[in-house]
């Protein structure tokens, strides 16, 4: 069809007239000797015969010299008209199919019709998928301008909300996702929420600017009443372990704020998606203390949460908590220091009316210059919001946690 649409581009089709039709001769093949008909020897008597009459002007003959007068006899046959001679210059076509046939195979070329397997298909939008048996939670996120600090790398608020968001993502793909954050319809019925309990972080190295990063994320029975989650962030193209996180979620309910058993109606529903592998973060069985303003050495009072900070549960989003310890962290440390490890126990909510306060206090530094810190969030009356401790080491120094995901090598999927 191309070579035939390239074709009638240089040569205009028409429909020969039917006292021309080309005949058959007794092989079968077609007579094509209507396409260069020669001239018979009536024909040049005539054009002989007009050539030598005498042209009139006015009414009055016009004579020519004899010398000047030539007969068609004395002049070059012309080359016998044949069906090839006929035909355009046969390199400009050929230069004409040969453009369309590159044109064609450049557009074709440019869709990727290969087969892939199902766990090496791209994710074009960074809406994830589900793999590794339908247990495993993948989603892949490139680190924007806007989601790095002062020293070009992405902040820890900046991972923590990649795990929340895979977290949620991951309900939604398994189609549990009703009302409100991780809802299940079981849920939805009887007004309870997921709200997290304990969450511990560590951080190998913070991706840059520009940098893709994959968070593969699944869940596990915690307990009678809980549920664990856990997310692995690694490089998206070497498959670096960059951060590992496990946490434990309780159950509460949305009207009286009170925490609740599991359901068996909900129990039901979300075990089918439970994996059975230990938390990628050992538990860290160590006690939070308890801190006042006799025991810390850095205050900073007066946080208040704005409209932004509140989730759909109207309660202040986790990942706010963390900005608020950070508060009361000394600035040399922020600046000589990465953040590598946190723990964090959260005791209780607060809304957007409450008004708080952050405590940190130093511990006595680690080997190779790390610093550790305790830390408390309450609210202006005493009551607790957060529990947490956070490890720092100097930004010279790299970790070397090596924990992958459960049937997951690192570096041997790139989707």
């Not at 048996?133 to 608020?157: C, M, P």
Request: glycine share 6%.
């Amino acid at each position: 069809m191309v070579t035939m649409a390239a074709t009638s581009a240089f040569f205009p089709v028409s429909s020969p007239d039917s006292s021309r039709r080309p005949e058959k001769t007794g092989n079968g093949s077609t007579n094509l000797s209507f396409l260069n008909p020669k001239p018979s020897a009536n024909t040049r008597v005539q054009i002989k015969a007009k050539a030598h009459a005498p042209p009139k002007i006015n009414g009055s003959s016009v004579g020519f010299k004899p010398s000047s007068t030539k007969s068609l006899d004395d002049a070059p046959a012309p080359p016998a008209r044949t069906f090839i001679n006929q035909l355009p210059d046969w390199g400009m076509l050929l230069a004409a199919i040969t453009t369309v046939f590159l044109a064609a195979e450049k557009q074709w070329m440019m869709l990727d019709w290969k087969p892939k397997r199902p766990d090496m298909l791209v994710d074009p939008f960074g809406l994830g998928k589900i793999v590794q048996d339908g247990l495993i939670f993948r989603q892949n996120f490139s680190i924007r301008s806007y989601e790095i600090g002062a020293d070009r790398t992405a902040s820890i608020e900046t991972l923590m909300n990649h795990l929340q968001e895979t977290a949620l993502n991951h309900v939604k793909s398994a189609g549990l996702l009703n009302d409100g954050f991780g809802c299940t319809p079981e849920m939805y019925k009887r007004n309870l929420i997921w709200v997290v309990a304990k969450m511990q972080v560590l951080v190998n190295r913070y991706p840059s600017w520009g940098d893709n990063v994959r968070v593969d994320t699944w869940v596990s029975k915690s307990g009678k009443n809980g549920m664990g989650r856990d997310w692995l962030i690694s490089d998206g193209k070497t498959g670096e372990i960059l951060s590992r996180a496990s946490s434990v979620w309780v159950m509460m309910n949305k009207r009286t704020r009170r925490l609740s058993k599991i359901p068996e109606e909900v129990r039901e529903e979300i075990e089918p998606y439970f994996l059975d592998s230990a938390p990628v973060v050992e538990e860290d069985d160590r006690k939070l203390p308890k801190l006042n303003e006799e025991t810390a050495d850095f205050i900073s009072k007066g946080l208040t949460p704005k409209w932004n900070d509140l989730d759909v549960n109207q309660h202040v989003n986790n990942v706010k908590y963390i900005g608020w310890i950070l508060e009361s962290v000394p600035t040399n440390i922020l600046e000589m220091h990465n953040l590598s490890a946190l723990t964090l126990e959260y005791r209780r909510e607060c809304g957007k009316d409450s008004v708080l306060q952050s405590l940190s206090a130093m511990d006595h530094p680690e080997e190779e210059g790390g610093v550790q810190c305790q830390h408390l969030l309450q609210l202006a009356d005493g009551a607790e919001i957060v529990r947490g401790r956070t490890e720092w080491r100097p930004k010279n120094s790299a970790g070397n946690h090596e924990t992958t995901a459960p049937g997951h090598t690192p570096g041997k999927e790139d989707a």
